[in-house]
């Protein structure tokens, strides 16, 4: 394996630049895409490192329940700086699981409140509770529901509210709390996928901008009601849950919705800055797998071939 086995601990470090191209290039759709999918990989590439590591760091414990074979200089041959590295990553590993898990739980305990706010009510896709605190959001399930308070349907005028229903519809089908919570999780994995969490918070919120104007025909009429309900609710009591004022800089998506729409392209030019960005991240994604991959049939062969019968 050698130092390859670093690589996926490594390569997130890439997430900043091509962050930063993808929201401010790319399609909000696509940057939305591109951006969750690396950040998920690449989180899985780099627990399965860590994973890796901690089964050599775990073997050379005294007292361990693994193989004594686990242990030899050939398992532990293959993997550069053993001894530091195989103890360091168990306790890390540790911390990882942690907290993806406590991040998940905080996810689902969001989504129960929420639905055990509209029990007894009608199953209709849009939801009033006559509540006047100003809040509206994006309930998925197996029938997702758009929730929205009397209190922020209040402050809009009739456009107004047909923007934040059209918004609210459009995270429902992009599925967008499913991108919102793979790049969370990869975040929580890998500190260096922050800035993957950042943007797609904001492409996901810029995506469902863009379909709302689509729908109702006016730009304008998009920005105005996000100013507005941003205005009146500046914390979201949803804050797990994709929602019209829940993410991203306002002022920056209220400046998107003042210019013309973005290009639709899938996949950008490759000799442009933000095409080379875009073909990095593919890259890079597809090394920090090969070489998970690499090194997990490695050791699992090297652990086999010293696993006594």
Request: with cysteine.
């Amino acid at each position: 394996m050698g130092v390859f086995v670093f690589l996926p601990l490594v390569l997130p470090l890439t997430a900043w630049p091509i962050a930063r191209l993808a929201e401010q290039h790319l399609h909000p759709r696509t940057a939305t895409r591109l951006l969750s999918a690396v950040a998920g990989i690449l989180a899985v590439c780099s627990t399965l490192c860590l994973g890796l590591l901690m089964i050599v760091g775990t073997a050379q414990l005294p007292g361990n329940p693994l193989p004594d074979g686990w242990s030899d200089p050939e398992v532990r041959a293959a993997v550069p700086y053993d001894e530091v590295a195989g103890r360091a990553a168990i306790p890390v590993l540790l911390g990882v699981v942690t907290s993806c898990g406590w991040a998940a739980w905080r996810q689902l305990r969001a989504r129960r409140r929420a639905v055990g706010a509209l029990a007894g009510l009608p199953t209709r896709p849009v939801t009033v509770l006559p509540d006047p605190t100003p809040y509206a959001y994006a309930l998925p399930g197996r029938r997702g529901r758009v929730v929205a308070s009397t209190g922020m349907l209040a402050g809009l005028n009739s456009a107004e509210r047909r923007a934040l229903f059209a918004h609210e519809r459009a995270h429902l089908a992009g599925r967008h709390h499913r991108h919102l919570l793979t790049v969370h999780l990869a975040a929580r994995a890998n500190p260096f996928l922050r800035p993957l969490r950042t943007a797609v918070t904001y492409t996901a919120e810029r995506w469902a901008d863009e379909e709302a104007a689509a729908v109702i025909g006016s730009r304008r009429t998009v920005a105005r009601a996000i100013g507005k309900a941003a205005l009146m609710a500046p914390v979201t009591p949803a804050a797990l849950l994709p929602s019209l004022t829940g993410a991203g800089p306002v002022p920056r998506r209220v400046a998107a919705l003042m210019r013309p729409a973005p290009m639709g392209r899938a996949w950008p030019p490759a000799f442009t800055t933000v095409g080379l960005a875009a073909w990095g991240a593919a890259a890079g994604t597809t090394v920090s797998a090969l070489a998970s991959a690499n090194s997990a049939v490695t050791l699992f062969l090297i652990l086999h071939a010293a696993t006594p019968m």
